[in-house]
């Protein structure tokens, strides 16, 4: 078997650095993990980089500032194939595309979208489905190799949050992958392999690729390789410079910004979730201070 490409999600590009990191080189922590991957697309074929598949979420925030998309323009690698996030995306709409960073990356051709359409290479077709897109099975083999790259919360034992819907465990999707060989999922950043049997599916959630929270404190990011077999291996990244605050008292509290959390709320609310669940996933996802927190979800028991 030989690598035809290397799958990777949820890098959640920022300027801000994370209130649990302790780096003095913020900007340089994300480089040397895009380097890894770029790196690692090299190392495995020689005579030109692998494909980089990317389920989502670049950015970890739609309206990234200039200084950070010239910061993706340079050490992201050329030509991802890429579906994007509901961080990557205004209002959590794929129709608002051209108004974020994510648009400056396809437009420019730094990335290829692929969300809603399929793109083929030596003997694998990839097909994408971004944010708040249906997934739609595959009925035609013919002979190729058939990957679904989806950014959609897919969990499997152990590898959730407290509360996961029952909706998003990884069975649910058993008949919308039905003929894909791999299915490569972003959003959930505790990353996995599985195989769905029913649909004979190699599964990999590729989680997190780098550790922003300080529940991922202990959690190794690895991206996955894709073989012309249709196996799938997980690759270790290299975690060796990361910096933590081990004192919780070191770490900054990050206000809430109201805005973006209504923002957020309105477009969860367009994907089967009722209110307090819209508002707690939202609050698991931001380093909030714990105290604001505990008002917001105290007030909600009380309506």
Known sequence: MKPIAIAIADLHLSLLQ?????????????AHYLKQVRDLSHSLNRIQPLPVLCAGDIFDRWNAPPELINFALEHLPNGM???????????????EMHRCGYGVLKRVGKIHDISGRVEGWEGAYVHGFGWGQRILPFDGKGGYLHIALIHEYCWVKDKSYPGAP???HLSTFTSSLAGYDVAVFGDNHKGFLADLVESETKVINCGGLIRRKSDEIDYQPKVGILYDDGSVQRHRL???IDKFHEDAAERKEVPLNMAEFIEGLEALGEHGLDFREAVENHLRTEEVEERTKEIILRALEQT
Do not use: F, I, N, Y
């Open 81 to 95: 194939l890429c579906v994007p996030g509901q961080h990557d995306l205004p209002m959590h709409r794929m129709e």
């Open 238 to 240: 290299d975690t060796s």
């Open 18 to 30: 994370p209130v649990c990191r302790a780096d003095k080189d913020w900007m340089g922590v994300q």
């Open 166 to 168: 029952e909706g998003c």
